[in-house]
C-alpha cells in the first residue's frame, strides 16, 4: 500500500486574507498535484507577516508532505517569504547565481537593470534548489524540511502555473519514482454543472448514489450560474483501477438521474457550451437585453472565435431604445409594461428581423433594488427566443437575490433557453 | 495596554479548498472585526471532512482568541462542522430548541416540514450559545473552549452577515466589556484604486510613505482593473488616537502622490464613480462595445439607478452591426480596418447621434487570442468619446493578457477616459 501523501497550499498576502481578493490558484494546484496522487486537504491563507508565514509553515509540516507556498516573492517591502521560510527552517538567505541570472535577463528584456529591492529576489534558502521562472522576474525555490517538501512560488497565476508545470511537477514525480514504490494513482474529479433545481432538490435527487464505504466523495455547491455536482475518487490510500471504473459508473448514474437539468460537464461554461452549439449547427444570434444590460453579450464574448456565431447585441436600457433599436411598439410597452411576456417576445423578434440572423433571443425584468411593484416584484424577469419559425417563445421566471444575482441568473436562464432550443432543433 | 485580541477564519468546504469556487465572506468578516480592534490574522480553507476541521479548530486555538468557523451548517451529508466541533472540544451534540424552532418556523414559512435530514441541523454542542438565522434554516452556534470563542456559521454570505451582525457582535462587545478593560479602537483601513500605473511604478511613487516604526501597513495590490494601495492600522495593541491622525496624514499624503492616477477609494469601483459623476452633471451615456462585447454595459448597469444616464449600448461583433447600428461607413472601415482610430471615434459619434445623448463612448480591439497581426497585435485597443462639442476622441491602448484580461482592462480604460472627460467638463 502507498503511503499517504498530503498537500496544504499556503497563500501570502494581506489583501487575500481581509481584501476580499480572491486566490485563483487552488483549483490549478489540486489538479496538477491530483495527477500524482496528491490530495489538497488544507489551504492556509496569511498576511505578509513574516512571523505569521513562520507559524503557518509550522502548522503545515505536521500534517502535509507537499507544502505549496503562493505569493510574497515580490521586491516590494511586504513581500517577505523569502525571510519567513529562511527562519521557519533554519536557513541563511544567500543570493543565488541561478536566480540571479534569471532575475537580469528578464529585466534585461524590459530595458532595465535590477535595482537594490529587485536584487532581494535573488535570495534563496541555502540547500534549496532554485525553480526557474519562465514568466516573470522572481525566482521561486524547493527544499526538504522535516520530510517535506516545502516549495516557495510567485502568487502572479500565471507564472505560477508555468512553474508548477515546467519545474515542480518534473521534481515531484523524481521524488516519487526514487521512493522505489509504485506510482499513485491520480486523483481523479469529476465535475457536473446543473441548472433549474435548488440545492436541496438536486441533493434529494442524489440521494443514495455513493454506495457505502466506496472511496469517492460527492460535493455539491449552489451558485447563482446553479449547482455543481463533483465526483472525487479519495487520494492517496488504497486507490486501484476498479474505483476508478466504479466511478465511471457513478458518473453515468448523475447523467441518468439529472439529465434535464445538466448542461455541462468539467470546465465548460454555458456560453461555451451554447457557442460550441450555434457554430456546429451554422446559425448566427443577435440578443436584445434590458436588465441584464449586456452581460449576455459579454460572456458570449468571452468565448474565442465568438463572432462565427454572435452577430450584435442591443442594449435597451430605456424604453425608447427598445422601439428605435428592436421596433418594439411604443404602444405595446404602454399596455403591457416595458417588463412583460410580450415585451420580451417583440424584442426577440426585433433583433432577429433587425440582424437578419437565425435566432434573436432576449431578456427584460426588474434587478432591483427599486422599481419593483405588488404585481411586478423585483426579480421578475421575461426571456424571449424567435427563431423565425413562427410564434416568439416568451416565458416568465421569478428569481431572488441582489441585483447582481438576479442579472447572473437571468443570463444563465436566457442561455440555457437558448440552449435547450438549440438541441431541439436539431433532433427535428 | 489594551492585551492582543486576534482572529482566525475557518472556511469550510471542499469546493472552496479545490473547486476553484472563492470564499467572499473574509472582507466582510475582517470589516466587522476591525470595528472592534480584533485583526484577522489568519484563515484556514479545510474539505468537508471532519477529522480536518477538528485539526484546524485545534491549530487555531493556539494562536487566535476569536475563531469564526464558516459553513458545513447544512443538512446535506457532507455538512459536517457541528460534529467535528463537539469532537474538537470534547462536548455532546444535542437537539436544542432555539435551534429546532428556528428550523421548524423557516420550513413552515416555505410549506415544508422537517426530514430527517434537515432536524440534523437542530444538533448543537453543549455548553454552546444558539445563534439565530434570521434569513435560512441553519442555526449557529459559540462556545468558549481553551479561552477561544468558537463561532460557528453557515457559509451562505447573505446568512452569514446578518448573523454576524445581529448575533455575534453583541455577543463579542459584551464579552469585551466584561473584561473591564477599555475598549479597543477599531483597525481602520483606507482603500485607494489606482488605473494607468503598473504596479512597480506605484510602489516607487510611495517610497518613505510610512514613517520607521510607525503603527501602518501599506499593502499594493496589482489587477487587470488596476493597482490597489491600502493603508491599514495595526490591529490589537498600542493603537491610540494619535495613530488614526497620523492615517489621515498618510491618507492625504497617497492622494497627492497618485492623484493623477486615483480614480476610487474605498469600496467604490468605476462604473459608480462614472455613474455619479453622469447623474451629477444630469448627462445619458449611450455605449458602442466591439471586443468588450457588452462588458462596459454590465459594469455600469451592476449599479442600482443607472436607467438615469445610461440609455443604450450597442455591442457591434460583426462590421454590418457597426455599420447598420452606428452608421460606420464600410468603406471607412474597409480603409482603416474595424480595429483603428478613425473606426473608434465613428462609433463614438454613431451611437451619440443615434441615442440623442450628450456623451457617445466606443471601444474595438482585438482580444485574441486570434486575429492578431504583426501591426495589429494582439492587445491593441481604440477607444472613443464623443461628446457632441468637435471632434470625437479617440485614443490608443496596447494590452497585455489574455482574453479575459484584455476585456477588462479595455473597460476599465474606456470607463477612465468618460471619467477624465466629465472631470474636464466639469471644470470648463
Chains 1, 2 share one sequence.
Not at 521557519?88 to 541570472?101: D, I
Not at 494513482?185 to 441533493?203: M, Y
Not at 449586456?294 to 422601439?323: E, F, M, P, W
Not at 416595458?338 to 433571443?361: D, P, W, Y
Request: charged share 20%; glycine share 12%.
Amino acid at each position: 500500500m502507498v503511503p499517504s501523501l498530503d498537500a496544504e497550499i499556503i497563500a501570502i498576502g494581506t489583501e487575500l486574507l481581509i481584501g476580499g481578493r480572491s486566490d485563483s490558484n487552488s483549483i490549478f494546484l489540486a489538479d496538477e498535484l491530483g495527477k500524482l496522487g496528491i490530495a489538497v486537504r488544507f489551504k492556509s491563507v496569511v498576511g505578509d507577516h513574516r512571523q505569521d508565514i513562520v507559524s503557518a509553515i509550522h502548522t503545515a509540516v505536521k500534517r502535509a508532505q507537499v507544502i505549496i507556498m503562493t505569493g510574497g516573492l515580490g521586491p516590494t517591502v511586504d513581500d517577505c517569504t523569502r525571510e519567513a521560510v529562511a527562519q521557519a527552517t533554519g536557513r541563511r538567505l544567500g543570493r543565488r547565481k541561478g536566480a540571479l541570472e534569471g532575475l537580469t535577463t528578464r529585466l534585461a528584456q524590459w530595458g532595465r537593470v535590477p535595482n537594490s529591492a529587485q536584487l532581494r529576489q535573488a535570495l534563496i534558502p541555502s540547500g534549496a534548489t532554485v525553480l526557474k521562472n519562465p514568466v516573470g522576474s522572481a525566482a521561486g525555490f524547493s527544499l526538504i524540511w522535516k520530510k517535506a517538501s516545502i516549495i516557495s512560488l510567485p502568487g502572479v497565476p500565471r507564472e505560477m502555473e508555468e512553474m508548477m508545470r515546467q519545474e515542480v511537477m518534473p521534481l515531484l514525480r523524481a521524488a516519487t519514482a526514487s521512493t522505489g514504490q509504485p506510482p499513485r494513482l491520480p486523483i481523479v474529479r469529476q465535475v457536473f454543472h446543473t441548472f433549474g433545481l435548488a440545492e436541496a432538490d438536486v441533493d434529494a435527487s442524489l440521494k443514495g448514489l455513493i454506495p457505502k464505504g466506496a472511496p469517492v466523495d460527492l460535493g455539491l455547491l449552489a451558485s447563482p450560474m446553479g449547482v455543481l455536482v463533483s465526483l472525487t475518487t479519495k487520494g492517496s490510500q488504497s486507490v486501484s483501477k476498479k474505483h476508478h471504473d466504479l466511478l465511471q459508473q457513478l458518473a453515468n448514474d448523475v447523467r441518468a438521474r439529472l439529465s434535464n437539468w445538466l448542461f455541462a460537464e468539467g470546465r465548460d461554461q454555458m456560453e461555451e457550451v451554447v457557442g460550441r452549439e450555434l457554430a456546429r449547427q451554422g446559425l448566427m444570434v443577435a440578443i436584445a437585453e434590458s436588465c441584464t444590460g449586456g452581460l449576455i453579450g459579454h460572456r458570449l464574448t468571452q468565448v474565442a472565435g465568438s463572432s462565427a456565431y454572435l452577430d450584435r447585441g442591443a442594449v435597451c436600457y430605456s424604453n425608447r431604445a427598445k422601439t428605435e433599436m428592436l421596433g418594439v411598439p411604443a404602444d405595446l410597452i404602454v399596455k403591457h409594461g416595458a417588463v412583460s411576456q410580450e415585451v420580451a417576445a417583440s424584442m426577440a423578434k426585433g433583433i432577429r428581423e433587425r440582424a437578419k440572423v437565425s435566432v434573436g433571443l432576449s431578456v427584460t425584468g426588474i434587478a432591483g433594488p427599486g422599481g419593483g411593484t405588488e404585481s411586478k416584484p423585483v426579480g421578475l424577469v421575461f426571456i424571449g427566443l424567435d427563431g423565425g419559425d413562427g410564434q416568439p417563445i416568451a416565458q416568465e421566471f421569478r428569481f431572488h437575490g441582489d441585483r447582481t444575482v438576479i442579472k447572473q441568473r437571468s443570463s444563465q436562464a436566457a442561455l440555457n433557453l437558448l440552449r435547450r432550443w438549440l438541441l431541439d432543433r436539431a433532433t427535428r
